[in-house]
């Protein structure tokens, strides 16, 4: 697709979702998205289809959604991990939205983490990590316990289990950022202690997706 092309609808689907992007925020989204796009005809970083004419829904999903996401990120916020981060989405457009955030992502697939490092120097973000791992063995690190603002993860299930293990990594107060579609347990409800429902926002009306926040509270 070219240059000015995927502008084009990247603006308008942004618009669409009452989002105002600035030029040097769409320049990088359109490196990350036409990196992504390479990458992925030959390891596969997501299942939505990235052809012209089919991408619409992968814009929303990959790019709008986390833009969305960011309007809700507290100001005092400054590091963020973002567990399973796969292709790259949320976790690097919420970097590209909020740059000074200390991001660290996770990912246990290593070809899908050479491809972030790859973004990471292509896109020249700084304060940005890649762990080759599964979350839960982040654990194992004593620094990491009680020492990050935000996590972040898309799931479509998520399990009381995956919960606990990652409110372990968030400061007293930090949220637990979940991007979820339709369906699944009703975290208002049923958040495992010490985490509890702080909001829901909605994110992009076509996907029926919204972000969940659940912040951790005093044992």
Same mark, same amino acid.
């Given at each position: 697709?070219?240059?000015? +092309? ?13 989002? @105002? ?8 989204? +359109? @490196? ?6 390479k $990458?992925?005809?030959? %390891?596969?970083l ?5 052809? /012209? ?6 814009? *929303?999903?990959?790019? %709008? +959604? ?15 991990l973002?567990?399973g ?9 919420? !970097?590209?939205?909020?740059? *000074? ?7 246990? !697939? ?18 940005? &990590?890649? &762990?080759?791992?599964?979350? =839960? &063995?982040?654990?194992?690190r004593a +620094? ?5 603002d935000?996590?972040? %993860?898309?799931?479509?299930?998520? &399990?009381?289990?995956?919960?606990? @293990?990652?409110?372990?990594?968030? !400061? ?8 979820r ?6 975290? =208002? @409800? ?6 509890? $429902? ?11 997706? !919204?972000?969940?926040?659940? /912040?951790?509270?005093?044992?």
């Amino acid at each position: 697709m070219a240059n000015r +092309e995927f502008r084009d609808r990247l603006k308008r689907r942004a618009k669409a979702s009452d989002l @105002t992007l600035d030029p040097d925020l769409v320049e990088k989204l +359109e @490196t990350y998205y036409q990196l992504l796009t390479k $990458w992925n005809a030959r %390891i596969n970083l997501t299942a939505f289809s990235l052809a /012209v004419g089919g991408e619409g829904a992968a814009i *929303d999903r990959l790019l %709008i +959604e986390p833009l969305m996401a960011a309007r809700y990120i507290p100001a005092s916020a400054r590091s963020l991990l973002d567990a399973g981060t796969g292709g790259g989405s949320p976790a690097i457009p919420l !970097k590209l939205a909020r740059p *000074d955030l200390r991001l660290r992502m996770v990912e246990v !697939k290593t070809r899908k983490a050479v491809f972030l490092r790859e973004a990471v120097r292509m896109l020249s973000l700084r304060d940005t &990590e890649v &762990e080759t791992a599964r979350f =839960e &063995e982040l654990l194992s690190r004593a +620094e990491l316990h009680e020492s990050l603002d935000l996590v972040s %993860i898309r799931a479509v299930r998520i &399990e009381t289990r995956t919960l606990l @293990t990652l409110q372990a990594f968030l !400061k007293v107060g930090g949220k637990l950022m979940l991007f979820r579609g339709q369906g699944g347990i009703d975290l =208002e @409800t049923s958040s495992p202690p010490p985490l509890s $429902w702080m909001a829901s926002y909605p994110l992009v009306d076509s996907l029926h997706s !919204k972000l969940v926040v659940l /912040v951790k509270t005093m044992v």
